[in-house]
């Protein structure tokens, strides 16, 4: 065996059961690159299709339309979703998330856009971030009916626009929503959001962390590996704790999810503390999920409790 294959055998990093990257550079993700192509989705009769943000940055998303409104009799709720996958794996074009997708657009009557950013190793957090805030902006530009894509431009209601997550994608909405209310985007009212099983975390451990050792040192070496120029695991990035804008989340109703045997569980709890302690003065509801662990509804959507919080992110949104 020569000295290249050899290198290109040798891991550098192994953060099982996401990814490894080896010494020559070569990343390997491990799950979350399956493609399911847009459908007309015969179980919920939900249409999707797959469009370009941005050529330059490699953004794009999937949009979702429940085909028994279109064109709806009335104008529809808008809901930007971001995956999760520790900012390093998964799409929008996963089975899991495109499954989920049909299912909150059809249940919940809304336009679904899944946003697809750039992932680390190879684009490290904060990419993430700001590649979903041009997608962001990307569907505000549709408020006068004149963007690039005829759904939005004439089915989206830009009154009851919604962000959405799931650990990842769940720190992404919380970094958004804060951005839309410093900044404002105009004509865009952000009614709720919806944060499933969020990723924050902190250098101090807090409620049953301090029980889980071996997982505490995966997360933090996770963020950094993902955000290889962040201070640490009291980032504002990472701990909300540490946000000095907390309290100017610029949506009405907030919606955490936690699951009962989750490490991140405490984390979203606290989320909640910070909030009410920030002076944000909003809705905020919690949801928990008992006997359940990290994302276990992607895992499992067809459970009982995976039906069980699919209907609480419903019955959020529609109460808009």
């Not at 071996?214 to 701990?239: A, M, Q, Y």
Request: aromatic share 10%; net charge negative.
């Amino acid at each position: 065996m020569d000295s290249t294959s050899t290198i290109n055998d040798e891991i550098a990093i192994d953060i099982p059961p996401i990814l490894r990257v080896y010494k020559s550079g070569r990343v390997e993700n491990l799950i979350g690159e399956e493609f399911l192509p847009p459908s007309l989705d015969q179980a919920t009769n939900v249409e999707s299709k797959d469009v370009v943000i941005s050529e330059e940055h490699n953004i794009s998303a999937r949009l979702f339309i429940p085909k028994t409104n279109h064109p709806p009799i009335q104008k529809l709720p808008v809901f930007v979703y971001f995956h999760g996958g520790g900012f390093c794996i998964e799409t929008p074009f996963s089975p899991c998330y495109h499954n989920y997708l049909n299912s909150v657009t059809s249940l919940a009557n809304v336009i679904g856009v899944s946003v697809h950013y750039r992932r680390a190793p190879e684009y490290p957090v904060p990419i993430a971030h700001e590649d979903s805030w041009l997608a962001l902006k990307w569907v505000a530009s549709h408020v006068g009916g004149n963007g690039s894509d005829e759904w939005l431009n004439q089915y989206a209601d830009f009154e009851k626009v919604f962000l959405g997550g799931d650990s990842a994608g769940a720190n992404i909405s919380h970094y958004l929503g804060i951005r839309v209310g410093k900044e404002n985007l105009d004509g865009v009212k952000l009614e709720g959001s919806v944060y499933i099983h969020p990723y924050f975390w902190g250098v101090d451990l807090i409620g049953s962390e301090s029980n889980m050792a071996e997982f505490v040192k995966k997360i933090h070496n996770l963020w950094r590996f993902s955000c290889p120029t962040t201070t640490g695991s009291d980032d504002p990035l990472i701990n909300p704790a540490n946000d000095p804008d907390l309290g100017k989340l610029g949506c009405k109703r907030l919606l955490v999810c936690v699951a009962g045997k989750d490490i991140l569980r405490d984390r979203g709890l606290y989320y909640k503390e910070l909030l009410e302690k920030s002076g944000w003065g909003d809705v905020v509801e919690v949801v928990e999920i008992e006997d359940e662990g990290h994302i276990f509804h992607l895992f499992k959507p067809s459970c009982e409790n995976a039906m069980a919080l699919l209907n609480q992110v419903v019955s959020f949104i529609k109460k808009a």
